[in-house]
T-cell receptor, first 115, second 113 residues
Framework: EAGVTQFPSHSVIEKGQTVTLRCDPISGHDNLYWYRRVMGKEIKFLLHFVKESKQDESGMPNNRFLAERTGGTYSTLKVQPAELEDSGVYFC?????????????FGSGTRLTVV | QKEVEQDPGPLSVPEGAIVSLNCTYSNSAFQYFMWYRQYSRKGPELLMYTYSSGNKEDGRFTAQVDKSSKYISLFIRDSQPSDSATYLCAMSLLYNQGGKLIFGQGTELSVKP
């Protein structure tokens, strides 16, 4: 079974530019999550999709972040325009269980550096 | 105040030692507790989960939850160099519809041969 795939693995962009991160969940997993780890801080929840619908987007920092999930398959997270404080590692995870009771499967993350 | 507190370490132990990793939390509504392991440049990997007070054992790993003290622990017996990683506690509300996890900061563990 293929795991959760994220790309790019690394991205370095200038402040003000746009970056789009992509996540391919495990096939058949309706639940898709985005998390972020800023340096020195804990991993924090951004949002949760159930199929193509946003179930919970309470962790999205501001309206510069836009997440989509096309047809309930892969998801993208766009940051526009990027700011320095957006630097960090963005993780995607997926699960079959809506409540995440049996844990998620995480991808390896996208390391974003805004300079 | 953070909802979940975890000592970031780093923690260095000799091979074969017993390792104790801990987290405290402030939200008494948390009912579901997990430990993840994260190797460098990889995503977190679920090690253990539990939703009740008490102990749960899986091989060399034991997870312990004390809801009255809002304290959870992970014990690693006979630690191996391959156990060197960052260990993250995570928790959620059992009936949280979204399965949103709240993570601790993670403890970096190094097991020396």
């Amino acid at each position: 079974e293929a795991g959760v795939t994220q790309f790019p693995s690394h991205s370095v962009i200038e402040k003000g530019q746009t970056v789009t991160l992509r996540c391919d969940p495990i096939s058949g997993h309706d639940n898709l999550y985005w998390y972020r780890r800023v340096m020195g801080k804990e991993i924090k929840f951004l949002l949760h999709f159930v199929k193509e619908s946003k179930q919970d987007e309470s962790g999205m920092p501001n309206n510069r972040f836009l997440a989509e999930r096309t047809g309930g398959t892969y998801s993208t997270l766009k940051v526009q325009p990027a700011e320095l404080e957006d630097s960090g590692v963005y993780f995607c995870a997926s699960s079959q269980d809506t409540r995440g009771l049996y844990g998620y499967t995480f991808g390896s993350g996208t390391r974003l550096t805004v300079v | 105040q953070k909802e979940v507190e975890q000592d970031p370490g780093p923690l260095s132990v000799p091979e074969g030692a017993i390792v104790s990793l801990n987290c405290t939390y402030s939200n008494s509504a948390f009912q579901y507790f997990m430990w993840y392991r994260q190797y460098s440049r990889k995503g977190p990997e679920l090690l253990m989960y539990t939703y009740s007070s008490g102990n749960k054992e899986d091989g060399r790993f034991t997870a312990q939850v004390d809801k009255s003290s809002k304290y959870i622990s992970l014990f690693i017996r006979d630690s191996q160099p391959s156990d060197s990683a960052t260990y993250l506690c995570a928790m959620s509300l059992l009936y949280n519809q979204g399965g949103k996890l709240i993570f601790g900061q993670g403890t970096e563990l190094s097991v020396k041969p």
